[in-house]
């Protein structure tokens, strides 16, 4: 159980384009989702949590407006980058809760890896 | 000063050694305490679990949390090849809340 897919699992761009990140949930519903961006050689570093239902909550530093985020239902949430820039080229990684063992537990999906030329 | 403080390491060991990651933090409001694994190009897998101070084990791995410290380990009893993987150390003040995660222990077992 827990299981959460990233969709797709790499993608490339070019400059000044948006592209599209899908994070579900397969087996349970989350509430919350959290986005985060690794890059090489680095921890995670969160860039916002997404509840069902309500706005995102971005990190300092995080420009929402390039990052959009949309938590459409319990198991479905998306992460767009919005005019992408080869600095954005990073490993984007989502996690979901979920409720067991009565802790919440963040389980993450796979990444998607973006390169941005 | 970062929050978390994990070596980076690399950390080679031959096989069947046991190996021993750390992570130390700052922040006394920290209760929840766990350790990722990461292989290349994926997503970390949650390995443990810890709430407040204590040990716990599962199968080859060990976690303990020192609160008075601020220092947590995972031991991996009979290292394997398989093992080898970046470790991630995250911990949280609350069971809902954002995880705050170490720079991640590279690890590589030999045969």
């Known amino acids: 159980g827990a299981v959460v897919s990233q969709h797709p699992s790499w993608v490339i761009c070019k400059s000044g384009t948006s592209v599209k990140i899908e994070c579900r949930s397969l087996d349970f519903q989350a509430t919350t989702m959290f986005w985060y961006r690794q890059f090489p050689k680095q921890s995670l570093m969160l860039m916002a949590t997404s509840n069902e239902g309500s706005k995102a909550t971005y990190e300092q530093g995080v420009e929402k407006d390039k990052f959009l985020i949309n938590h459409a239902s319990l198991t479905l949430s998306t992460l767009t980058v919005t005019s992408a820039h080869p600095e954005d080229s990073s490993f984007y990684i989502c996690?979901?809760?979920?409720?067991?063992?009565?802790?919440?537990?963040?389980?993450f999906g796979p990444g998607t890896r973006l390169l941005v030329l | 000063q970062k929050e978390v403080e994990q070596d980076p390491g690399p950390l080679s060991v031959p096989e069947g050694a046991i190996v021993s990651l750390n992570c130390t933090y700052s922040?006394?409001?920290?209760?929840?305490f766990m350790w990722y694994r990461q292989y290349s190009r994926k997503g970390p897998e949650l390995l443990m679990y810890?709430?407040?101070?204590g040990n716990k084990e599962d199968g080859r791995f060990t976690a303990q949390v020192d609160k008075s410290s601020k220092y947590i380990s995972l031991f991996i009893r009979d290292s394997q090849p398989s093992d080898s993987a970046t470790y991630l150390c995250a911990m949280s003040s609350s069971n809902t809340g954002k995880l705050i995660f170490g720079q991640g222990t590279t690890l590589q077992v030999k045969p």
């Open positions: 922040n006394s409001a920290f209760q929840y």
């Open positions: 996690s979901a809760t979920s409720f067991q063992d009565k802790t919440e537990t963040q389980y």
């Open positions: 810890t709430y407040s101070s």
